[in-house]
C-alpha cells in the first residue's frame, strides 16, 4: 500500500509546516519611534511577564467577606470543594472560550479570561465574583 500525497494534500501540509516554523519566529527590536530604525529591546518581543490575573480579584472577592485563596498564577477557589466554586484563568478571553468550546471546562461560565466553575455555590455568591471578575473586563 502506497502512502504518497497528492499534489493538493502535500501543498496542505507544506503550508501546515511553513506556517508553524513561521509562528515560531520574532524579532528582539522595537522600532526607535518615528523612525524605521530598530532600537535593541531589553528583552526579545513575544515573551512577556507572567500576569498576576488572579491578584485583584482575590482581593476583590475576599472585600466583599467571602474566602477567597489564591492557588498558583492562575486559580482562586472561593470557600472548600466540592461547594466553593473555583476560578480558573486561561491566557486571554480567546483561550477561555477556546477551553469552553473543546470541552475543556465543561460547565464553566466564561468572564473575560476567567473560566468560573459554579459548583454548588448560591446565587448571592455568583453575584459577587461575577461583579469582580467583570472589573477591567472590555466589552
Not at 498564577?73 to 477561555?96: M, R
Amino acid at each position: 500500500m502506497s502512502t504518497k500525497l497528492t499534489s493538493p494534500a502535500r501543498t496542505l501540509v507544506l503550508c501546515a509546516l511553513a506556517t508553524a516554523a513561521l509562528a515560531g519566529c520574532g524579532s528582539s527590536f522595537k522600532a526607535v519611534a518615528g523612525s524605521g530604525v530598530p532600537a535593541a529591546s531589553s528583552k526579545p518581543l513575544g515573551y512577556g511577564v507572567v500576569d498576576q490575573a488572579p491578584l485583584p480579584h482575590t482581593k476583590c472577592i475576599r472585600a466583599a467577606g467571602l474566602p477567597a485563596v489564591r492557588i498558583g498564577l492562575t486559580k482562586i477557589q472561593v470557600g472548600s470543594l466540592p461547594a466553593g466554586p473555583t476560578i480558573i484563568f486561561a491566557p486571554d478571553p480567546n483561550a477561555a472560550e477556546a477551553d469552553q468550546i473543546e470541552g475543556k471546562a465543561p460547565g464553566a461560565e466564561i468572564i473575560g479570561a476567567a473560566e468560573l466553575f459554579v459548583h454548588q455555590a448560591s446565587d448571592s455568591e455568583l453575584t459577587t465574583i461575577a461583579g469582580c471578575l467583570d472589573q477591567g473586563v472590555a466589552g
